[in-house]
């Protein structure tokens, strides 16, 4: 078959391209080794950038997001006998939403079903070839075990750091930076109300714990263990316990509320960037091109904001034969890549513990010039509310 864009990845990054390529009047295809219950499942980021809430709004992908999602003015931010407020609407003029990213996924998939979005799931042998000319393709393996093919005028990678789109470019036209963190998280998923109306990010001597939530009736939670942690070691008992300490049950009154766990999983975390985010006629976006640590929760939004530059790039390109946008993607991209790279890193080393005790105390000084000062508070809201997509 042919098409004018070949996607790969039905993440929230290869379904909003082909959404708002669609938007543009161009044409493409979405292969997914997944199934879409699959993807739709999967527990993943929750906060969403103000710019992204914009984005969907203007491209008619918000409406469940603001009956549903919760508009939140910052987070907290705490450590052992302190809890600070820092109010992002207050210091940087813009909020957050929480939003699960299985919810964005099914509005997504939604939306591009309602379009009669061409996309395959369930394939295997994703293959990328001839991206350095101008007859680039795709061949794969469909559900019912068809060798098939899809020729395209542009590839893209929404593959996700696991994909082979990163891998069809060769070593000698890329540069990659990479960072490994000696921590991990510990995620749940748990059956009760949050016990916060906002985010605690907590730094605390046993290591980072942080309070989010999905619902008023679902909470989610994650606790910094060591990598290689085995989740038989961590009881239901064991995982509250370490909750309750290091969030500070008991402090001030405050008291964390336990339920029933529904989903945990450990996650490992690194920093990982490739430059540039394009060879020939193969375009990366999202996790494909790079990985943060989701400490700041810059994941998701780096993928939505890549999709939001690329979208008009390839109309422009193939539209109206104009490449200039197409040319300077991967740069203008790369620029708020870094930016996110760098706030995620250093969210990263200021609240997670180790055992250098020279270390903690550059911690516990930073944190309190964050939350103490207006300029360090504002720092931290402006990166972490985001920046205007552009
Ligand atoms: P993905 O979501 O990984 O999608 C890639 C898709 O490609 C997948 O569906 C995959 O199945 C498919 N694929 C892979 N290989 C192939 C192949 N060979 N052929 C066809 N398809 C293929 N980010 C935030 O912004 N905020 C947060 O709060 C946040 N929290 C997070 C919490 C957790 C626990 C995790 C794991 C991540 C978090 N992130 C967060 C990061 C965020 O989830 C990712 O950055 C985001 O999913 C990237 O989207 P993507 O579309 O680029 O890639
Ligand atoms: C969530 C995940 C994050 O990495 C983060 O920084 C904030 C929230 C979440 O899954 O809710």
């Known amino acids: 078959m042919r098409t004018e864009v070949a996607i790969i990845g039905a ?3 290869g379904l909003l391209l082909s959404h708002l390529l669609a938007h543009d009047g161009v044409e493409s295809v979405v292969l997914e080794t997944r199934s879409r219950e699959y993807v739709e499942s999967r527990i993943r980021a929750g906060i969403l950038e103000s710019s ?9 992908l918000g409406e469940r997001l603001h009956r549903e999602g919760s508009e939140h003015r910052g987070i907290y931010l705490q450590w052992p006998h302190e809890r600070h407020h820092l109010d992002f609407l207050d210091l940087a003029g813009r909020s957050v939403w929480l939003y699960g990213q299985s919810e964005v996924q099914k509005d997504l998939g939604r939306a591009r079903e309602a379009a009669g979005q061409e996309i395959h799931y369930e394939v295997s042998d994703t293959e990328v070839h001839d991206p350095g000319s101008d007859r680039p393709y795709v061949t794969y393996r469909d559900a019912e075990g068809n060798d098939s093919r899809v020729d395209a005028d542009v590839i893209v990678g929404c593959d996700g750091s ?3 789109s990163r891998a069809a470019v060769p070593d000698s036209a890329r540069r990659t930076w990479e960072r490994s963190y000696p921590h991990s998280w510990l995620g749940i998923l748990a059956d009760v109300a949050p016990s916060t109306d906002e985010l605690i990010y907590a730094w605390h001597p046993d290591g980072f714990a942080l309070h989010s939530m999905r619902t008023a009736h679902v909470s989610r939670f994650y606790l910094q263990v060591a990598p290689g942690t085995d989740l ?3 009881s239901d008992d064991r995982i509250w316990e370490a909750l309750a300490t290091r969030l500070g049950h008991g402090q001030d009154g405050w008291q964390l509320d336990p339920g029933p766990i529904t989903d945990r999983s450990v996650l490992p975390m690194r920093s990982f960037v490739m430059e540039p985010m394009r060879y020939g006629r193969l375009f990366l976006a999202g996790d494909a091109a790079h990985i943060v640590p ?3 929760a810059k994941g998701l939004n780096l993928a939505m904001a890549d999709v939001a530059l ?3 790039a390839l109309a422009a390109l193939l539209r109206k034969k104009d490449p200039a946008l197409a040319d300077s993607y991967s740069d203008r991209a ?10 995620s890193w250093w969210m990263t080393t200021m609240l997670h513990a ?13 944190l309190r010039w964050v939350a103490g000062s207006r300029a360090g508070a504002t720092g931290l809201a402006e990166n972490y509310a985001g920046l205007p997509i552009g």
């Open 334 to 343: 790369l620029r708020r890549v870094w930016r996110c790279t760098h706030f």
């Open 354 to 366: 180790g055992p250098d005790p020279f270390d903690t105390q550059l911690q516990l000084s930073q």
């Open 310 to 312: 690329l979208a008009p």
């Open 294 to 296: 989701p400490t700041g």
């Open 52 to 60: 992204t809430v914009e984005l969907f709004d203007a491209v008619g």
């Open 162 to 164: 696991f994909g082979p």
């Open 232 to 234: 038989a070691d961590w």
């Open 11 to 13: 993440g929230p990054s």
